[in-house]
């Protein structure tokens, strides 16, 4: 069994926890609650075997790589992590009815990385670190935090609009939401989960740029955008922590994070050119 059969499989399998997470919402069935979460949870185990296989069919190959370092690669990757990060909170915070609006990502990001090629290339000679891994992983873990948050962050929105407009939502998702006041704590926590991880993503790309083009920082615009997420979030924490800042302000804050997040990620490779360029389709 190849690896891309397993990523396909894979895929369907987020799409089916997808679905299962709507009709939970939908329905109110914890027998479909706790089928939407062993879904999903198949959807990693099943994705999980898929990287191990590439990895193993790239040591077949001769080439003995992480699978890491494409568009294709990375868009996985991200998506497993997204999926994993989502199953932890929610086994920790309670919150599955926020897994039909978290769920979609993994299911969307596998169905854009089908569309990329999807070939067992060398690695570039700047690639070749032992470097690669620690900051790929601590990155793309961070940003599926942020990425849970951001969820959580809209939900804030229209949770506090309806509390604050006492807008009834007994019959709706909204009343089967945690108080805006646990929406706006859970988002904050996951930041506080994603920005270290970041921030260890960061300094390790500091050192292995070091190693492969003999400089800690070029303002590449990579290094840039990823500064730039690192200080949204950064004043996120900043104003939270030493200001008090709660609420509708921290949510906005959040998403405008996480946009930034996702260009940093896909615009920079595939609209800006740098030394990062290598991260894009081919």
């Given amino acids: 069994m190849t690896n891309s059969l397993l990523f396909g499989i894979a895929t369907f399998v987020y799409f089916f926890a997808m679905v299962l997470y709507v009709s939970y919402l939908a329905f109110r069935s914890e027998m479909l ?69 978290v769920a979609p990502f993994p299911f969307l990001i596998m169905a854009y990385a089908s569309l990329n090629p999807n070939d067992i290339q060398p690695l570039v000679p700047a690639l070749k670190s032992n470097w690669l891994i620690s900051h790929v992983v601590t990155c793309f873990v961070g940003y599926a935090a942020f990425a849970v948050s951001f969820v959580v962050s809209i939900l804030y929105l229209f949770k506090a609009g309806a509390e604050q407009f006492s807008v009834k939502s007994a019959g709706s998702f909204l009343g089967f939401l945690p108080p805006s006041s646990g929406l706006d704590e859970i ?23 070091n190693v492969a083009w003999g400089t800690y920082w070029s303002w590449d615009p990579k290094e840039t955008w990823s500064l730039i997420v690192w200080l949204i979030y950064a004043a996120y924490l900043h104003a939270r922590i030493t200001r008090g800042w709660r609420g509708k302000r921290a949510a906005i804050l959040s998403i405008v994070g996480f946009a930034a997040t996702i260009f940093c990620y896909l615009g920079v490779n595939l609209i800006l050119s740098g030394l990062h360029s290598y991260g894009g389709a081919s």
Avoid: C, D, H
């Fill in 33 to 101: 609650g706790k089928a939407a979460s062993l879904s999903l949870l198949g959807g990693v185990v099943v994705e999980t075997a898929a990287i191990g296989m590439r990895w193993y069919e790239s040591y077949q190959m001769g080439i003995g790589r992480a699978p890491l370092t494409n568009l294709y690669e990375s868009l996985t990757f991200f998506a497993w992590t997204i999926a994993l990060i989502y199953l932890v909170l929610e086994r920790k915070f309670k919150m599955k009815t926020m897994g039909a609006f």
């Fill in 187 to 209: 988002g904050y926590k996951t930041i506080a989960i994603g920005f270290p991880l970041l921030t260890i993503g960061i300094v390790t790309g500091a050192f292995w740029a």
